[in-house]
């Protein structure tokens, strides 16, 4: 080991002198005073001893010092895949108003969440590399989407598993977070062939319907249910019931309607996907998972005529009910009522590069074709499917380098979608909500003919190149309304309330 290192050295010590040599004559035959003449040369000599002196005892510092690194140092497994980490931290100090109550939490973005990556790669071949990918991010700890008016830890998200209680303060008594695994796969990428890839990952669709090119996306995009979603909503007379989560494909023990609906953005799976090569700014992508699910994806980039744009086509399908047995189970009796669902998802975003302007869409449907009880009309299969849902939003602003920072982004954005718990029963869409003569309930068998979600704000971001950091804050509010079957007096007292927020923080990327 001691003679390697010492070869090792003196190899690089000579090179080292060579190239300083080199350097030296090309200077020295340059005319120079008699002086600097002797000052050269001496340099040259000195060079020289240096790179003769490698003792005996060069080699018991060079163990100690690789010693010493090998102590402090994180490492790879081998020298064959490169390795690199990477991510973020995003925290914001959010204030909510629901018309009857108001505070201010600290809370994780949920959009941007803090999180880490690790990335490694290995080219087999100058066509093909093989690499992995592995994300985790903070759970449970206050994402502001899983906070309530009376849960500032966001543990009432996870039904209170891990702290012990439906409602409070999470693990510890203190509202601890969680490590969670986003993503763990493993993949293949060709120039000619395309991208496989195997594991936890984002399917064909992710992402489909949030393309924004702005810095918008920092802190919202097309998805109403990321900014609040977890918040109780309250009738016009204070009293609380079921999430605004739950107004787009309502409360389901069949599967995650509201999450795919409120929620449209993410799409992680365990599954297989493939991505074509790009082809004139042309990427199609697809992927199958999870007993039943698959996505199909058409993105498009390109710049025409001072104009950057990018777009995207999506299909989802969910065929499948977790568990596929009664819980707790009973005699087998093959799966459960069939689930059935459809999304369709788009966006697109168009900025001008020379001003800065820029303005960006999505339009997403959900829709029931199974024979579960939440996917049809009052619970029953007899009167049909329940209606789609359709979602549509827009946001547009400016976005420039006026400080020298970086850019700064001005955004307003709208949006709406309707009949989100539409043919569900009232008492399962708004649980405790009901008249205030029936003990908070609707008078039996009534249903939701009607409901409509809108919502709108405005923010900006000021990023810090220097800094890899996003500053921002933004507005939004919510508005909601239902009709209920069974006349006037079975309505919701005062209706639904308004819910308004304000949001302040940061992003710094490593």
Known sequence: MCKELRREAASAATRRQGQTIERLWRRASRPMPMPAAGALFGAMAMQTVRAADLGSNCCADLEERIAELEATTVRKGNRRVSLTLSGQVTRSIMYWDDGFQSDVYSVDNSLNTSRFRLVGSARINPDLQAGFMMELDIRIGSRYNQVTQIDDDGVSGSGGVLGGVALGDGIGGAGDSVIGIRTANWFLDSKHWGKLTVGRLNTATGGISTIDLSNTGVVVNSEPGEYQGGFLVRNGLGRLGGSWANLCGGPSAAGPYSSDCFEHGPSRRDAVRYDTPAWHGFVLSGAFGEDDFWDAALRYTGEWHGFRLATGLGYRWYHDREPDVPVPMAAPTGKLQKTDRRHWLTSASAMHVASGLFLSGAYTRYEFRGDNANEVIGG????????????????????????????????????????GTAGLLAATAYPSLGPIGGGGTFAPGSIVLGSEVTWWGVGAVQTIDAAAMDLYIAYRQYQADATISGGPANQIPGGLEDLWLIQAGARILF
């Open 380 to 419: 029953v299969v007899a009167n049909g499917n329940r209606p789609d849902i359709p979602l549509w939003w827009v946001d547009a602003g400016i976005q420039k380098n006026w400080t020298g920072w970086g850019n700064t982004t001005f955004y307003g954005e709208y949006g709406r979608f309707w009949d």
